[in-house]
C-alpha cells in the first residue's frame, strides 16, 4: 500500500510509505529554505516527481489554522490520542477516487516513534510526547491502542525555551519571544552551569515560568520585568546556572510521574521536539525505569507526516511498522557546471580528504539523499579534525552561531568506548557522553560532555572510510560534524548552492555527489 502524506505548517514535510517501507520524507527547509519553514510547492513537485505511482492513500497530518494549537483546527487536529478525531473520507485527486486521512497532531508523534521503534509490533511500549504543547505519558498496547497514563505539563517545550528569551536583550515582546532555535541554545547554555545552589529569585522565576497556562499567549517576559533575570543576557554565569536548574526541574517533574506510574517494565518511546535534548535523553537512558529507550532521529515535527502515514496504514492494513533510513531526504542536486572560482576540481579520494583534515582543513561533505530530522549524520555535514578549540571557534564563525555552542563528534562505532563514556551506538547524535579522550577539544563542551554520532560501515561508507583514513593518519578516528547550511537555513541540497557556500565561508575544500573541489592555495 502506498501512502503519501503531508505535514503542514513549520517544518513542512511530504513522506511517502510503500508497502512498510520509508521511500522518501522531504522537509521543506531543507533546500537551503528558512529552518522550519512551511510546506512549499517546490517541496511538493520534488515528491511527486519520486512517487512512481499513484498513491492509495493521502494523509493530511492534524494540525491548526494559525500559530498556536489553541487555534482551529486543520484536518484533525492537534490534540487527541485515541482514534476518535480520526478523519476517514474518499476525495478526488488528479480526476481519480482515493482514501484520504487525516488523525491528530498528538497521534503523529506517538505513531511516528513506535512505527519507526526496532520494537516488534505487539510489544506493549510507554510513549512520552514531551513538546512544545504536550507533555504527556501513554501505554501502546498489544493490540496498537494508545492509552493516556498521565498528564504531566502544559507547554513543556515553550516553558522550556521561555528562560532563554527572558534573559535575551534581543527578543520579541510577542508570543513570549518565541523562537524554534531557543531551546537548542539554552540546551548548550546548561552546560556552562558552575554547581551554584539554586537561589530563592531563580526558584520564583522557575515557579512562575512552570505555572503559566498557554505561556506564549499569556505571558510576555515584560511581566518579569523587576526580575533579576529579565534581559540579563547569555554571556552571565547567573543566567547558566540557572538553565541547568530549569532544566532539571522540568525533567524532575515527569521523572517522578514515570517511577509511579509507569512501572511494568516496558521500554520507552519518546517523541516531541523535547526529543533532540541529548541531556534529557540521557537521563531516560540511565534512569534505570525502562529496558530500553528509543528516540526516532526525526522526534519533533519533522516526523509527523512519516506518523499520519503509519496511522494510515495501520487503520487501513493493520500493520504499524515500517523499515526506514536516516538518509530518506531530498537527493543531492549536481547542478555544477565547473569548479567555482577560487577552487580546483580534484579527483575524488578519502585519502585526500584525510589529509586536508589532518593539516587543518574544514571540509563539506554533499553526498546521496539528505538526512530526515534535524542532526547532520554525513550526508550534508561540515567536517573538520577534533584537536583543536579553535576549529570550533572557526566553525561557529563560519556557520554564524554563537560562541557558547558546542560541535559534535562523529566517530567509527567499534571506537567509541575509548573515546567517549558510551557503549552502544548512537547513530543519531540524540544522547550527550562524557569525553574520555582529552585529545578532541573542539568536540568537547563545557561539562566534559559531547554529542556523539557512531557510523558502522553499512549506515555511511563514505564517513565510515574518511574516518578510517583520519585514523591512520593521526591515531584518532574521530571528527568534528556539524550541519552543512546557510545561516538560519535547512541542509544545502545543491551543488550550485554548496560553492557559494564554500566561497563565502570560506571552506577549504567540499565534495559535491561524486566530486571533490579543492582551494586553490590548498
Same mark, same amino acid.
Given at each position: 500500500?502506498?501512502?503519501?502524506?503531508?505535514?503542514?505548517?513549520?517544518?513542512?514535510?511530504?513522506?511517502?510509505?510503500?508497502?512498510?517501507?520509508?521511500?522518501?520524507? *522531504?522537509?521543506?527547509?531543507k533546500d537551503s529554505f528558512p529552518r522550519y519553514a512551511d510546506l512549499a510547492p517546490s517541496t511538493l513537485l520534488d515528491a511527486l516527481e519520486h512517487c512512481e505511482d499513484f498513491p492509495d492513500a493521502i494523509c493530511l497530518s492534524g494540525w491548526v489554522k494559525g500559530f498556536h494549537s489553541a487555534d482551529r483546527p486543520l484536518g484533525a487536529g492537534y490534540f487527541g490520542w485515541d482514534d476518535s478525531r480520526t478523519i476517514i473520507a474518499t476525495r478526488r485527486l488528479l480526476g481519480r477516487e482515493v482514501r484520504y486521512f487525516s488523525s491528530t497532531h498528538e497521534r503523529s508523534h506517538l505513531m511516528s516513534a513506535y512505527g519507526m521503534s526496532p520494537?516488534?509490533?505487539?510489544?506493549?511500549?510507554?510513549?512520552?510526547?514531551?513538546?512544545?504543547?504536550?507533555?504527556?505519558?501513554? =501505554?501502546?498496547?498489544?493490540?496498537?491502542?494508545?492509552?493516556?497514563?498521565?498528564?504531566?505539563?502544559?507547554?513543556?517545550? %515553550?516553558?522550556?525555551?521561555?528562560?532563554?528569551?527572558?534573559?535575551?536583550?534581543?527578543?520579541?515582546?510577542?508570543?513570549?519571544?518565541?523562537?524554534? !532555535? %531557543?531551546?537548542?541554545?539554552?540546551?548548550?547554555?546548561?552546560?556552562?552551569?558552575?554547581?551554584?545552589?539554586?537561589?530563592?529569585?531563580?526558584?520564583?522565576? $522557575? =515557579?512562575?515560568?512552570?505555572?503559566?497556562?498557554? $505561556?506564549?499567549?499569556?505571558?510576555?517576559?515584560?511581566?518579569?520585568?523587576?526580575? +533579576?533575570?529579565?534581559? $540579563?543576557?547569555?554571556? !552571565?554565569?547567573?543566567?547558566?546556572?540557572?538553565?541547568?536548574?530549569? !532544566?532539571?526541574?522540568?525533567?524532575?517533574?515527569?521523572?517522578?510521574?514515570?517511577?509511579?506510574?509507569?512501572?511494568?517494565?516496558?521500554?520507552?518511546?519518546?517523541?516531541?521536539?523535547?526529543?533532540?535534548?541529548?541531556?534529557?535523553?540521557?537521563?531516560?537512558?540511565?534512569?534505570?525505569?525502562?529496558?530500553?529507550?528509543?528516540?526516532?532521529?526525526?522526534?519533533?515535527?519533522?516526523?509527523?507526516?512519516?506518523?499520519?502515514?503509519?496511522? +494510515?496504514?495501520?487503520?487501513?492494513?493493520?500493520?504499524?511498522?515500517? !523499515?526506514?533510513?536516516?538518509?530518506?531526504?531530498?537527493?543531492?542536486?549536481?547542478?555544477?557546471?565547473?569548479?567555482?572560482?577560487?577552487?580546483?576540481?580534484?579527483?575524488?579520494?578519502?585519502?585526500?580528504?584525510?589529509?586536508?583534515?589532518?593539516?587543518?582543513?574544514? @571540509?563539506?561533505?554533499?553526498?546521496?539523499?539528505?538526512? @530526515?530530522?534535524?542532526?547532520?549524520?554525513?550526508?550534508?555535514?561540515?567536517?573538520? +579534525?577534533?584537536?583543536?578549540?579553535?576549529?570550533?571557534?572557526?566553525?561557529?564563525?563560519?556557520?554564524?552561531?554563537? =560562541?557558547?555552542?558546542? @560541535?559534535?563528534?562523529?566517530?567509527?562505532?567499534?571506537?567509541?568506548?575509548?573515546? *567517549?563514556?558510551?557503549?552502544?551506538?548512537?547513530?543519531?547524535?540524540?544522547?550527550?557522553?562524557?569525553?574520555?579522550?582529552?585529545?578532541?577539544?573542539?568536540?568537547?563542551?563545557?561539562?566534559?560532555?559531547?554529542?556523539?554520532?557512531?557510523?558502522?560501515?553499512?549506515?555511511?561508507?563514505?564517513?565510515?572510510?574518511?574516518?578510517?583514513?583520519?585514523?591512520?593518519?593521526?591515531?584518532?578516528?574521530?571528527?568534528?560534524?556539524?550541519?552543512?547550511?546557510?545561516?538560519?537555513?535547512?541542509? $544545502?541540497?545543491?551543488?550550485?548552492?554548496?560553492? =557559494?557556500?564554500?566561497?563565502?565561508?570560506?571552506?577549504?575544500?567540499?565534495?559535491?555527489? %561524486?566530486?571533490? *573541489?579543492?582551494?586553490?592555495?590548498?
Amino acid at each position: 500500500m502506498r501512502v503519501l502524506s503531508f505535514k503542514p505548517g513549520h517544518d513542512g514535510t511530504v513522506a511517502l510509505i510503500d508497502d512498510g517501507t520509508l521511500v522518501f520524507s *522531504f522537509e521543506s527547509e531543507k533546500d537551503s529554505f528558512p529552518r522550519y519553514a512551511d510546506l512549499a510547492p517546490s517541496t511538493l513537485l520534488d515528491a511527486l516527481e519520486h512517487c512512481e505511482d499513484f498513491p492509495d492513500a493521502i494523509c493530511l497530518s492534524g494540525w491548526v489554522k494559525g500559530f498556536h494549537s489553541a487555534d482551529r483546527p486543520l484536518g484533525a487536529g492537534y490534540f487527541g490520542w485515541d482514534d476518535s478525531r480520526t478523519i476517514i473520507a474518499t476525495r478526488r485527486l488528479l480526476g481519480r477516487e482515493v482514501r484520504y486521512f487525516s488523525s491528530t497532531h498528538e497521534r503523529s508523534h506517538l505513531m511516528s516513534a513506535y512505527g519507526m521503534s526496532p520494537y516488534p509490533q505487539g510489544e506493549p511500549c510507554y510513549a512520552l510526547i514531551w513538546e512544545g504543547n504536550i507533555g504527556a505519558f501513554y =501505554e501502546i498496547g498489544p493490540d496498537v491502542t494508545i492509552t493516556r497514563i498521565a498528564h504531566v505539563m502544559d507547554d513543556p517545550g %515553550n516553558k522550556y525555551q521561555y528562560l532563554y528569551s527572558l534573559a535575551d536583550p534581543t527578543s520579541a515582546t510577542v508570543n513570549g519571544g518565541f523562537r524554534f !532555535s %531557543n531551546a537548542g541554545k539554552l540546551m548548550a547554555l546548561t552546560g556552562y552551569a558552575d554547581g551554584a545552589p539554586l537561589t530563592d529569585e531563580g526558584r520564583r522565576v $522557575i =515557579e512562575w515560568i512552570l505555572s503559566r497556562t498557554s $505561556i506564549l499567549l499569556t505571558s510576555p517576559k515584560e511581566l518579569l520585568a523587576t526580575s +533579576a533575570f529579565h534581559d $540579563i543576557g547569555l554571556d !552571565s554565569q547567573e543566567l547558566r546556572n540557572l538553565a541547568a536548574h530549569h !532544566s532539571a526541574a522540568i525533567f524532575d517533574r515527569f521523572y517522578r510521574v514515570a517511577s509511579l506510574r509507569l512501572t511494568k517494565g516496558y521500554p520507552l518511546l519518546i517523541a516531541g521536539g523535547c526529543g533532540l535534548n541529548c541531556d534529557w535523553n540521557t537521563r531516560w537512558r540511565e534512569c534505570g525505569l525502562f529496558p530500553d529507550v528509543f528516540v526516532p532521529p526525526c522526534p519533533n515535527d519533522s516526523g509527523s507526516a512519516i506518523g499520519t502515514a503509519v496511522d +494510515a496504514q495501520l487503520r487501513f492494513t493493520g500493520s504499524a511498522k515500517i !523499515s526506514w533510513s536516516v538518509y530518506s531526504g531530498q537527493p543531492f542536486l549536481d547542478d555544477l557546471a565547473q569548479a567555482p572560482a577560487g577552487f580546483r576540481e580534484v579527483l575524488p579520494d578519502v585519502d585526500h580528504l584525510a589529509k586536508l583534515l589532518a593539516d587543518g582543513a574544514v @571540509i563539506a561533505i554533499a553526498q546521496g539523499p539528505a538526512e @530526515i530530522g534535524p542532526r547532520a549524520l554525513g550526508n550534508r555535514s561540515l567536517l573538520a +579534525a577534533p584537536f583543536s578549540t579553535s576549529v570550533r571557534d572557526r566553525l561557529n564563525e563560519i556557520k554564524s552561531r554563537e =560562541e557558547f555552542r558546542p @560541535i559534535a563528534p562523529v566517530c567509527r562505532e567499534q571506537d567509541v568506548g575509548q573515546h *567517549f563514556a558510551w557503549s552502544g551506538t548512537s547513530p543519531h547524535m540524540l544522547y550527550f557522553q562524557k569525553v574520555l579522550d582529552p585529545r578532541l577539544a573542539a568536540v568537547t563542551h563545557a561539562d566534559g560532555t559531547a554529542r556523539t554520532q557512531t557510523v558502522a560501515q553499512d549506515e555511511n561508507p563514505l564517513l565510515y572510510r574518511l574516518l578510517t583514513a583520519f585514523a591512520e593518519r593521526t591515531g584518532v578516528g574521530v571528527l568534528c560534524n556539524t550541519s552543512l547550511n546557510f545561516p538560519g537555513r535547512g541542509f $544545502i541540497n545543491s551543488a550550485q548552492d554548496l560553492a =557559494e557556500y564554500a566561497a563565502s565561508a570560506p571552506l577549504d575544500a567540499f565534495a559535491a555527489g %561524486n566530486r571533490l *573541489f579543492v582551494r586553490d592555495d590548498r
